[in-house]
């Protein structure tokens, strides 16, 4: 691929856009992925507990 | 058999060995064994270059190793009941050493900013001028203290959050042990005039590649481990600290590419030049910020405050919306250092324009963790060690903010090679990753020697003001003597002239130089009290934990000084 | 393939490779065309290169972390261009492996020093720079006067340097220690060559004033008496936009 400037300028104006959005929009869906909610909210609870030891 | 017993004591050493499998005693010594020759080659080839002194080193720190291995090589394998516990040995050491490092550091920090104040301050050797002390200093503070924090808890937050024991014995002595090698040789480095001369990548190509291997062994351990989790979900701290191994990684192999003189020569010249290698240099030297002084302290918050304030942080999905802010969004901001020099303009867009947004997802995580506090507050106020996660949080979003604010072209016309960014970067590195630091510190300590508080709470107490006045003073100190410096270089006369030499500017800095300095032995006090109370909350006796069925003796008295 | 995403899920390997590709992006793009678009550095005819004796005079430099106190980039600003000299170009450093752009100025930028001041001012500015400027906090340098050169090895240095790229020919990487040598030595046997390899425009004199023996004060001082006159590209663009002003 021939990188100019206006190839990198192209880039970012375009698909680098995209590209920001399309990750912004794929964290947020994890994030508020229903079926995730309740790993998260284990997760946020779980270090918390205070047994001390590995679990197998 | 004495559980909690000094690492650095025959006795603990001992026991530490004793804990390693037979296998893994004698993986140590054919490692060891391997890294001495690998010493001894170094010093043949190098003879009168430093980099054969180096060899002669890493021969001696091998051997004096083997020696400790062999005390405890015939010591009877160790009972399989320690599968049952984490396996917290390494944290140990390592958190021993990181406070010797930042004793080390700052104690070369306040030295440095006393030459500045007092040119004469030293001795009339190489090895004791000010441009040969300074990399000694940043190296020991961010990766002799920072480092080796981060790799103690690391090893620590992974096990619990994992509920699963660290893979094998050996691997997390090899990375612990081995970072500390390339600390000390980057240290020594230094003394001798052996620098690449890239800020915060000043170690030579030797050193580099030592550190390459060291860190994929450190990622193995992160792996291997998160395989063997409970939990489907990795925990959020366990994020930060990924993105701290892998990102790392990569900038520190593009960084350092280098062609050495020779084998026998620590010199080397990089393979970049000029305008490219000052970009890479600086995506590098902005993202070793983002990803070894941020993201792995990140972690730490995450872990250590939540279990600290007895709270679950405020906002997991935040936490997490944040990570991928944060790691997507810090790599395009490094030509921030670059605004106005002969780095093509895009480019330089680009990095002042990153530089902004990434303000969101900064305060994101400053706010997720103040937010935690809400409710706590009463806390915040009796327990000091988590007035300095909280105070920690405080300098991060104040940092933040203000490195959003100094990539702002017009103000960093003003600011750039002025003491306001050494400021910033202190207001960083005091305020944000030696808090955190010291707070997760203090709540380790008495976890791992299962002691039931630290040795004297009062001394905590003294710490954290000391650690506190001190980063006031030093960056006060330097947003003055900083934009001072900065408009008496742009300051005309009605001639249209400027109206001050550079030397006129230098004078002008003296009395702050000196507040600089008073502000950083503060904070080194701080340190020493700090190293002080945990060498004695690691002397004192073991309280009676209720599984250990090991340690039959009642713990006599509570600790002195609560 | 449920068993192929729980392995992926467990090593969590799906999670390191996105933290790979989403890390590496912002680098990339910015880092990458600068290496292949033509006009990041400037073309020009006259870029000479350093002679062995700089080249280990800016070892020196790097060596005592000079660049921990002074700048070599005198950014595109009107106060800087006045106090300091024509802005830097990028081709001014097009040879400097690795640069030595600096990101603070505890002193002033060293980018055009070069014959501002002369190699006995240099000397004694180093030996204790508050014997000429008595207000300055540089440290003392008096053991670089002291100090013998090593210059057996400049050829190795210089091969290394044209591995990364710098187009020393075979003739200097062979006459290298000659080379160094002759250019502080103007009256000795090897000044002559030196000059036939590296231009009639190269420095030749006893740097630190003794033109007996070859010390690191000769090669820092060679190299500070170069630094910005690798071409005058800088100056003659400056000259160019005066009448416009």
New interface residues.
Partial sequence: MNFDHDTVVGFTKSWGLFYLIAMAVGVLIYVFWPSNLERFHAAKKNILDEDDKPWK | MRVGVLCSTKWGTLDMVAQLTTGERQLAIVVLSLVALLGLAMAAAGRADPIGVHGFIVLAICCGLIFVVLGAYYAPEPSPERLEHYYDDPSKVGIVLTMAWAVVGMFLGVWVASLLAWPDLTFDAAWASFGRLRPAHTSAVIFGFGGNALIATSFHVLQRTSRARLPDQFSPWFVLIGYNLFCVVAATGYFMGVTQSKEYAEPEWYADIWLVVVWVTYFAIYIRTLARRKEPHIYVANWYYMAFILVVAILHIVNNLAVPVSFGHAKSYSVFSGVQDAMVQWWYGHNAVAFFLTAGFLGMMYYYLPKRAGRPIYSYRLSIISFWGITFMYMWAGSHHLLYTALPQWVQTLGMTFSLILLVPSWASAGNALATLNGAWHKVRDDATLRFMMAAAVFYGLTTFEGSFLAIRPVNSLSHYTDWTVGHVHAGALGWVALITFGSIYCIVPWLWKRERMYSARLVEVHFWLAIIGTVIYVFAMWNSGIIQGLMWRTYNENGTLTYSFVESMVAMHPYYIARAFGGLLFLMGAIVGSYNIWMTIRGEAEVAPESADLPEPRLASAPGE | MAEFHRKI?????G??LA??V??????F?????????????ENVQDMRLYTPLEQAGR?IY????????H?Q?I???R??V??YGP???????????????????????LARIGGKYSDAWQVAHLIN??DV?P?????????LQRNALRID?LG??LA??R????PYTDDMIANATQDALGQAAPDGDFAAGVVKRYGQATQVRAFDGDPGTITEMDALVAYLQIMGHLTDAAYKQAAAAEPAK
């Fill in positions: 899920e467990r090593n969590a390997m999670f390191v933290i790979v989403v890390a590496s992006i912002g680098g793009v910015e880092i990458a065309p600068l290496f292949t678009i033509d006009d990041t550095v070892d790097t060596r005592e972390g000079c660049y921990a106190c700048s980039m950014r595109t600003l106060d800087e006045e106090r802005y830097s170009l990028a081709v001014e450093s097009k040879y400097d492996h690795p640069m030595l752009w600096g990101s603070k100025r505890t002193g002033p930028d720079p508050r400027v207000e300055s906090v540089m440290p003392k340098y008096g053991w090895d190795e240095h290394a340097l591995d990364v790229g710098v």
